[in-house]
């Protein structure tokens, strides 16, 4: 196969050394110099324009920050679908909105190239390992076509229907984990502060029907949980700024269908507040600071 891979920065940088590990070629396009210069290190092609990437390739493979990117990228006066041939392949695996992606797609269609999305779950971590989900929405031949070259950087690939729908399930999972995030950070905080000790508490939790996936692997109180980014500060997990950009991708969907998302738009205000104050770059369980300053 050769593929484009335009988008080559934290997430990105990692997927397509996956690809180059497993012997395929990659043209690859970054604004970043450093993006790049890594990517040249671990054997990829340096290429000077997103076309100039595609125009070598079958596959291409976007991991871009948000839907303004993918747009450029795709549709934009130096787009790739400008210079694909009939027959390629596109999956844009970056978090965006489902409406970019499905009148993305629709322009492909016309010119006989399949798109897809495929946003991931698994973060940075997922990324370099090559333990990444795969969120699809495709058609079933477009599925079956792009299946081998996703399993080369992921381990768990769920077709969600047809496109859009891959979105659609990335930013409903994540409204759910920033919603039950701030929840475990509330009720944890509210219980030290009615004399609680916190271990007990959690302790509690996770053996009662408080328990998720927050309380339990990710606790937002530090040192419940060893591993989690609230016993290290705050660092090195799923940026604030990132699940508040995932917040109001739901929150704007949701409007566009006039459907409620009542916690969402509470919890999106929470997370904007964490982000003016200065915890942007830290992980999204840093939500606490918005109950108390300093977690013991
Ligand atoms: P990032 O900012 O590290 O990387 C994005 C890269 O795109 C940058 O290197 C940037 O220079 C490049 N870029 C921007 N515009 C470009 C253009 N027009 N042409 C070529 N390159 C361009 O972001 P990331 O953490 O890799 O995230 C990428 C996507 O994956 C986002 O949509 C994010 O929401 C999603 N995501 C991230 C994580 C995570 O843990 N970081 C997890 C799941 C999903």
Not at 211 to 231: F, L, Q, V
Request: charged share 15%.
């Amino acid at each position: 196969m050769k593929i484009a891979f335009i988008g080559l920065g934290n997430m990105g940088g990692s997927m397509a050394q996956n690809l180059l590990k497993a012997g395929q070629t990659v043209f690859g396009f970054d604004l970043s110099e450093v993006a790049l210069q890594h990517f040249a290190e671990a054997g990829g092609v340096v290429c000077e324009s997103p076309q100039a990437a595609a125009k070598q390739a079958d596959v291409v493979i976007t991991m871009l920050p948000a839907a303004k990117h993918v747009r450029d990228v795709y549709l934009g006066e130096k787009g790739v679908l400008a210079v694909l041939k009939a027959g390629s392949l596109c999956i844009d695996s970056s978090t965006i909105d489902p409406q970019t992606i499905k009148d993305i797609a629709a322009v492909g269609r016309a010119k006989q190239i399949s798109i897809c999305d495929a946003p991931v779950s698994g973060g940075t971590l997922g990324a370099k390992d090559g333990t990444l989900t795969f969120m699809i929405g495709a058609d079933e031949a477009t599925f079956n076509a792009v299946k081998p070259v996703l399993s080369l950087m992921g381990k768990n690939l769920v077709h969600c229907g047809d496109v859009g729908t891959g979105q659609v399930a990335k930013i409903c999972n994540n409204l759910i984990l920033g919603i039950s995030m701030t929840a475990v950070a509330e009720g944890m905080a509210l219980g030290v502060k009615l004399g609680i000790d916190p271990q007990a508490l959690a302790g509690v939790i996770n053996s009662s029907t408080g328990r998720c996936w927050s309380s339990e692997i990710y606790n937002p109180w530090p040192h419940i949980c060893d591993n989690a980014p609230a016993s290290r500060g705050y660092t090195d997990g799923f940026a604030a700024q990132l699940m508040l950009k995932d917040l109001g991708l739901a929150v704007e969907a949701a409007e566009q269908v006039e459907h409620p998302v009542v916690l969402g738009h509470q919890v999106q205000k929470m997370y904007q507040q964490l982000c003016q104050e200065g915890d942007a770059h830290l992980d999204f369980s840093s939500i606490m600071h918005q109950y108390t300053t300093q977690p013991a």
